[in-house]
Structure formats: structure tokens, C-alpha cells
């Protein structure tokens, strides 16, 4: 075992920045509910609406139209379940909701769920080889019945693979027929430019950790106009959409994280960049018959590499890799101990056995080229052991 530790998982997670740090331990031991009338409470009110006003400003947002979360998963639930009952209870027939083949499964299980449950129709799109959406398929399944659609959900870019989706011609698509779009921005915040205005999105779910902000924290982007049906009932917090008592810490620290990020994001975007072509051309190098997965630049974001190793489980590979100090991601899901194939690579036209094969790196604020050198060092002797393990 090594002592020195390389994180290549800066998708999963990411370090909190220290603008993050310091905002959010300035106000832990502050007392009060930021709902309560007196001056204690008042005091903690302000550290969120200036937070809430910090974060329109970096992300091109009206401060009203920031609704706090518990993080990405509750916001993408938000959304989805509380436009599609809100546009069915106003037209019955709305019951449709259009979505990727490629979605995280923070939005894919809620569309299970409502399609279970509440009897919602989830027609999920296909995408092509570098998992971008059809839009010509989307185009035709919107026309068919265009007043029969609730919404539509596509992500801002993809977790696994980092595919940039063409909002702007989804949303295009969406207005010419007064369908709301949510988008899954929780990867691009901070990632590549996000503007919420001028993107014509209804609705943009992000995540704090994924920024260099704490965990347990998020937003909900969502238009004033938009009627939202809540999941919470309790105070009426958050415009009566979201209720809950405001974990004011974590959003002092979210938002100073996303104003970080948003400030860094193009000189950032240019140094992960490099280590990413420097990562995948050692990988590469060291195992030629490797293959990328995705877009790569500039249809995709800029620090993530997805390879496949032919005749390796990713998941043997992952393990030969962390014994090594290299920590990275299979990008695959498990179910009871039994490695299941990546959706995303298999809605990209894979086989099930590419797809058991991958590996994810993602690289972040911290990495740096000792870091995706030893990755490299690292990755010949692993895959020969890997290949030797499942034949």
C-alpha cells in the first residue's frame, strides 16, 4: 500500500475551497432560526438572503428564484415531481415527462417513481455514440402530441462521460409550446458558463459538494412564474415550495463556493483541460487499446476522462488502482454485490461487457500533474492484472 493518496473523484465529490470553509465556520456557533422575529433571528436571516443573493448574482438569477435544498437529488425530486403535478392538476392530460436515456438516477428514479405511481407516461430519448441527445427525436416525440407533455428533463451535462446536452435547442423545442424545461446542472456549475436567464431553462437543480462547497446543501433554480407543487409541507419556507428550517452555515458556505467557482471558472476550465488531454494520452500510451467515451472537448467537460479497459472488470481495476493510492470511479451502479453495467454507456451504444470495463477519473480543483502522472504510472501494471484476473 502507498501512503500517498491521488483523488481522482472530483465528480463524486470535491474538496471545499477555503472561501467555503471560512464562510461556513464563521457563522457555526452564530444562534438563531433564520424565521424567528428577533434579533438573533434576524441576524441569521441575513447571512441567507445574502447568500441567496450571492448565488443569483454568480448563476444570472432573480434572488427569488433561488430555492435551498438539501443538495442535488432533492432539488431534481423538487422539480420533477412538483411541475408534473402542478401541470397536471391545471390540465389533466398532461401526463408525459421527456427525458434522456443518460440521466443521473437522481432524476431517472423520480421518473420511475411518478411513472409507478402517479400514472406519468416517461418516454426517455435516446442519445448517439458520445451520449448527446437526439434532437430530432425529441423534436418528433414533442410534435405528437405536444399538449400532452408536462415537461422536460435533460441534464446540463453528463456525470459520467461529461457530454455537454444542447439545452439551448431543447429549450427552443419546449417554448415554441409552453412546456417547462429542468435541467440537472449539478456537474456544470462552475464547470463551464451556466447563465439561468439566458439559458430559457424553467429550472436548474445544483449541488454544493460538487462546487467546493459542504455537503448536505443545494438549490433549486425554478421562475417565479412557475407553479411548483412542494414535497415538503411543514413552515412554509422557501416560497411555501421548499419548507424547513435553513441550515444557514451550509449556506453561507454554498454560496461562497459558487461564487469561487463561477470567478474561476474559464482559467480553471483551460488548467483541467490540459491535465485531462495529459491524462488520456498517458492512459493511452501505456494501454493502446484503451477507448475514450464521450464527446470530449469542447462537447464535454473539461475534466473528466472515461476510458474502457478491453478484458477488465472496472470494478477489479478500481480496487488494483486504490491499492495503489489512485482513487477514481467505475461510474457504474451496484445492486446486492453484483456489478451492473453503466446505463449511460449502454444507452450510448455499448455492449454490456464495454461497459463493465470503464473507469472514470475526474479531475478537480486540487489535481495536479504529479497527480495524473501517477495515475498514469499506475495504470499499465493494473490492467495486466486486471486482464489476468477475469480471464
Not at 414533442?142 to 428533463?153: F, G, M, T
Not at 439559458?199 to 407553479?227: C, Y
Not at 416560497?239 to 463561477?262: C, K, M, N, Q, Y
Not at 479531475?363 to 499506475?378: K, P, S, Y
Amino acid at each position: 500500500m502507498t501512503e500517498r493518496t491521488v483523488y481522482l473523484d472530483h465528480a463524486a465529490t470535491t474538496p471545499m475551497v477555503d472561501a467555503a470553509v471560512e464562510a461556513m465556520t464563521a457563522r457555526l456557533r452564530d444562534v438563531g432560526n433564520a424565521n424567528s422575529l428577533h434579533a438573533s433571528g434576524r441576524r441569521v436571516r441575513r447571512v441567507v438572503e445574502e447568500s441567496r443573493e450571492t448565488l443569483a448574482q454568480a448563476l444570472g438569477c432573480r434572488p427569488g428564484e433561488v430555492v435551498f435544498t438539501s443538495g442535488g437529488t432533492e432539488s431534481d425530486n423538487l422539480a420533477l415531481k412538483g411541475l408534473f403535478w402542478s401541470r397536471r392538476m391545471a390540465a389533466g392530460r398532461r401526463t408525459r415527462v421527456l427525458s434522456s436515456s443518460v440521466e443521473h438516477h437522481a432524476v431517472l428514479d423520480p421518473l420511475a417513481w411518478l411513472e409507478e405511481h402517479e400514472g406519468a407516461g416517461v418516454e426517455l430519448l435516446a442519445v448517439d455514440v458520445a451520449g448527446r441527445l437526439d434532437v430530432a427525436a425529441l423534436r418528433a416525440t414533442i410534435e405528437r402530441d405536444p399538449a400532452s407533455v408536462a415537461l422536460i428533463s435533460v441534464m446540463w451535462a453528463n456525470n459520467e462521460v461529461g457530454t455537454l446536452q444542447p439545452i439551448e435547442e431543447i429549450v427552443s423545442l419546449a417554448a415554441a409550446h409552453g412546456i417547462p424545461v429542468h435541467t440537472d446542472a449539478v456537474q456544470a456549475v462552475g464547470v463551464v458558463p451556466v447563465d439561468f436567464a439566458c439559458s430559457g431553462v424553467d429550472a436548474l437543480s445544483l449541488s454544493g459538494h460538487k462546487v467546493g462547497g459542504p455537503q448536505g446543501v443545494g438549490a433549486l433554480l425554478v421562475r417565479r412564474e412557475l407553479d411548483v407543487t412542494a414535497l415538503l409541507h411543514g413552515g412554509g419556507q422557501e416560497r411555501d415550495v421548499r419548507s424547513g428550517t435553513l441550515d444557514a452555515p451550509a449556506i453561507a458556505g454554498f454560496a461562497a463556493a459558487v461564487e469561487w467557482a463561477v470567478k474561476q471558472q474559464h482559467a480553471y476550465a483551460d488548467r483541467v483541460a490540459a491535465l485531462r488531454e495529459r491524462l488520456v494520452a498517458g492512459m493511452l500510451r501505456e494501454v493502446p487499446d484503451a477507448v475514450v467515451n464521450g464527446a470530449g472537448a469542447p462537447g464535454g467537460l473539461p475534466g473528466i476522462a472515461h476510458l474502457s479497459f478491453p478484458g477488465c472488470e472496472g470494478d477489479s481495476l478500481l480496487m488494483l488502482l486504490d491499492a495503489q493510492g489512485i482513487e477514481c470511479s467505475t461510474g457504474s451502479a451496484c445492486s446486492a454485490g453484483v456489478p451492473q453495467p453503466s446505463h449511460v454507456l449502454l444507452a450510448m451504444g455499448r455492449d454490456a461487457e464495454d461497459a463493465r470495463s470503464s473507469l472514470r477519473f475526474s479531475l478537480g480543483h486540487t489535481t495536479t500533474e504529479a497527480d495524473v502522472d501517477a495515475a498514469v504510472a499506475a495504470i499499465g501494471a493494473c490492467v495486466q492484472r486486471a486482464r489476468a484476473a477475469h480471464r
